[in-house]
């Protein structure tokens, strides 16, 4: 079986997918970084770095399966959504070039992840009933990553599609809960003290409140509403694009290395991921955790 990835970015579908034991013959995405590092993951598929609202189908390879993560941030609440916002509206809009490479190729399933406010877009309806009109019919679910061997809690909608008269009726069997210090180096990174100079008085209450629940060595939430951090005996919160979760270790802290981040998100520890921190990072914050979409994979193929 054969696949394509729109919006392929650092490769956690078209990983997922090989896991799965599915060919990915074509790969694309918009920004170039994103396209070389999964070129030098994925070398046998052929990529393409392009607005996939331009994209020509006719030059796009046959294929049985669609994967598609279109862009996020216009529905996630991570990224403070606004309404009339026309930075979300065009992210929003990627949705529709999945609608477009359907209806040239026709393939016999499609997976779509998102987060799961994608459902209460306001033309989420309209998307599905062009799907339907396609001749697909869909079985959406939400998944926490952790739920398939992912040391992450990341909530995911997953759209499965197929081209026939009722949808596939499937569940998608859970695993093992793997914790947080499967991953965690105390031995290695860029380690300072807690208790600094400049230090925001926001960080050292998260910190204060999280070492009273947790003893001395602790995930805490660098930003945001977070207080009382995490056990690294449990999964970590979902990785984002940007540095989040602090290490906290007795009087000491630092934030999650690019390897440490990669193995949070459930890619193999060879995969190759940017030389700059901050790209890694900003990749692997809006990937698709490889182990749940070989798993969603793996289940549709054995309902069939």
């Given at each position: 079986?054969k696949?394509?990835d ?6 956690g579908f ?13 790969a694309?995405?918009?920004w170039?970084a994103a396209v ?7 070398p ?5 770095c392009?607005d ?5 189908w006719?030059?796009?390879p ?9 862009c996020c941030q ?7 959504k606004?309404h009339?916002n ?9 949705a529709w070039?999945v ?6 190729h026709?393939p016999?399933?499609?997976v779509?992840?998102n ?5 209460a ?8 009933a062009?799907?339907?009109a ?7 679910m939400v998944?926490d ?6 040391p992450?809690?990341r ?9 026939a ?5 499937f ?7 793997v914790p947080?210090?499967s991953f ?9 003290p807690?208790?600094?100079?400049g230090?925001a008085?926001a960080t050292?209450d998260?910190?204060t409140a999280?070492?009273?629940i947790?003893?001395?060595r602790?995930?805490s939430s660098y ?10 005996s449990?999964?970590i919160?979902t ?7 602090a290490?906290?270790?007795?009087k000491?802290?630092?934030?999650l290395?690019?390897?440490?981040c990669r193995?949070?998100?459930g890619?193999?520890?060879?995969y190759i ?6 790209d890694?990072?900003h990749m692997?914050?809006n990937?698709?955790?490889p182990p ?7 289940s549709?193929?054995?309902a069939l």
């Amino acid at each position: 079986m054969k696949a394509i990835d729109l919006f392929a970015g650092a490769g956690g579908f078209s990983t997922g997918a090989h896991m799965a034991g599915i060919e990915v013959a074509w790969a694309a995405n918009h920004w170039p970084a994103a396209v070389a590092i999964h070129a030098q993951n994925h070398p046998d598929a052929e990529h393409a770095c392009q607005d996939l609202h331009q994209t020509n189908w006719c030059d796009v390879p046959a294929h049985d399966l669609l994967l598609a993560s279109p862009c996020c941030q216009g529905h996630s609440k991570a990224r403070g959504k606004e309404h009339g916002n026309p930075q979300h509206d065009a992210s929003r809009s990627t949705a529709w070039a999945v609608v477009s490479a359907a209806e040239y190729h026709r393939p016999q399933f499609f997976v779509v992840e998102n987060v799961p406010e994608f459902a209460a877009w306001s033309l989420y309806p309209a998307w599905c009933a062009a799907m339907q009109a396609l001749g697909y019919c869909m079985t959406p679910m939400v998944i926490d990553a952790a739920d398939h061997g992912v040391p992450q809690h990341r909530l995911r909608l997953f759209i499965v599609g197929v081209r026939a008269k009722n949808p596939l009726l499937f569940d998608v069997p859970k695993r093992a809960h793997v914790p947080a210090s499967s991953f965690i180096d105390f031995g290695a990174g860029n380690w300072q003290p807690i208790e600094k100079p400049g230090r925001a008085e926001a960080t050292l209450d998260r910190i204060t409140a999280g070492r009273r629940i947790h003893g001395d060595r602790f995930i805490s939430s660098y930003y945001g509403n977070e207080r009382g951090g995490r056990a690294i005996s449990r999964p970590i919160g979902t990785i984002t694009t940007r540095d989040r979760h602090a290490v906290i270790d007795g009087k000491r802290m630092r934030m999650l290395s690019a390897q440490e981040c990669r193995a949070a998100m459930g890619f193999p520890v060879d995969y190759i991921l940017p030389t700059t921190h901050r790209d890694a990072v900003h990749m692997l914050g809006n990937a698709v955790c490889p182990p749940a979409a070989r798993d969603v994979i793996v289940s549709m193929l054995e309902a069939l």
